[in-house]
């Protein structure tokens, strides 16, 4: 009986030992991070499965300061072409609208009740912009002038501007047209007026044009005149985000979005200028909006002004 006892003290004996080890070889068996059960360490996603975005670099662009303006193109100086006097008959006619004449050529031939030729000549030279003669008529100081001259073939375009942009005009500026079927003239500024319409707000503004190209009446036109230029970074508008007072741009560093407070200049053609916030070379999200946010992870896809690697650096 006494071996028996002691068997079972002994089974109580190692029972009673073996929960403690237990214990301490479970304590002694170091966790592990699931990250780090992955095999990827503390590092981002593998590559390929951050959201691709497309980025391009932060480059210098020169911006215009200017004023745009719109109008229609009118004769600078019309010259009415009138018989001598009355009840005199239209015999010839030598000229159409659109042709170019000199000062002098002869127009019409014009002849009196008597049998007398009397030819009617142009003031001045230029192109003529319409013509009432026609052969077998008998003339009428009372009537429409047998032709009209555009003096010199001058024109100017008649356009109006905003009360904010005409105060920025002044006589002699430089300026470049834009005319429908002709391309780009150059020209100055002529007049501006010194009122606007109350309903409106707009006032006239006459551009003289270089008359070195045939142009046509009413022709509708587009005045740019420059007033300065600033040049500085640029993204395009599309990358620019404007959120809770805010103006800001996405830019791609270390493969995470990083979010820059920027401030804006001019605009143009698209593009926006930066005067502050980024640096020249930044490599910004083409295309910002609320799907990306502070730290994401993304793959960077680059259009043609930036490398595959500069979302690295």
Known sequence: MPITQGAGHHRRS?????????????AAVPVVPAHAQSGDGAKEPAAGRGQAVTVLRAARTCFANSVQIFGVLVPRDEVPVMPPRDGLKVVDVLVDAGDQVTAGQTLATLRDPNGGATPLTAPAAGVISASTALIGMTTSL???????????????????????????????????????????????????AATVEPNTQLGRVTIALDASKRLLANAAASATVKMSESCGLSVPLTAVLYSDGATIVQVVR????????????????????????????????????????????VRAVTTGQASPNDSQK
Do not use: Y
């Not at 916030?277 to 295309?287: S, W």
């Open 254 to 297: 270390n493969e995470r979005v990083e979010t820059r407070q920027v401030t804006v200049g001019l605009l143009a053609g698209g593009q926006v200028e930066i005067r502050s916030g980024i640096k020249e070379g930044d490599v910004v999200v083409a295309r910002s909006g609320a799907a990306l946010r502070e730290g994401d992870f």
């Open 14 to 26: 190692r029972a009673a030992l073996a929960a403690p080890l237990a214990l301490a070889l479970v």
């Open 142 to 192: 009372r009537s429409d002038p047998l032709f009209k001259i555009i003096a010199g073939g001058a024109f100017d375009m008649v356009g109006q501007a905003t009360a904010e942009d005409m105060l920025k005009l002044k006589a002699d500026q430089a300026a470049t047209v834009r005319v429908a079927g002709a391309g780009d003239i150059s020209g100055k500024v002529r007049q501006v």
